[in-house]
């Protein structure tokens, strides 16, 4: 299966951006949709947005629509998400995971139905 490594993450400070990438090897990168979560401490994990496998469809949770977005380059097996207007709620740990069910333009928001999830980075935004 498909092994997935994020980067990115960091300090910022409330209205700042950053961009995070999710580098993907192993498999077929277009096989998958790709989503990014998110979990700050003492929370549940929850989704941030998701990307169908043609890079056609997205899906952004509320909170993070118009100031997120999620693309994907399949030629370098890559899935971004730019983060401006970054807030403190936005504080958290950020994953990116792999989802092969489906048609190529499916988009999920459940986080069980991906089957494959990076190790995190951190994006901590300071008031």
């Known amino acids: 299966q498909v092994q997935l490594v994020e980067t990115g993450g960091g300090l910022v400070q409330a209205g700042g951006s950053l961009t995070l990438s999710c580098a993907a090897s192993g498999r077929i990168f277009t096989n998958y949709g790709m989503g990014w979560f998110r979990q700050a401490p003492g929370r549940e994990r929850e989704f941030v947005a998701a990307?169908?496998?043609?890079?056609?469809?997205?899906y952004y949770t509320d909170s993070v629509r118009g100031r997120f977005t999620i693309s994907r380059d399949n030629a370098k097996n890559t899935v971004y998400l730019q983060m401006n207007n970054l807030q403190p709620e936005d504080t958290a740990v950020y994953y990116c995971a792999a989802d092969r069910t489906g048609s190529s333009r499916k988009v999920s928001a459940d986080g069980y139905e991906y089957d494959v999830w990076g190790q995190g980075t951190e994006v901590t935004v300071s008031s």
């Open positions: 990307i169908s496998r043609n890079g056609g469809n997205t």
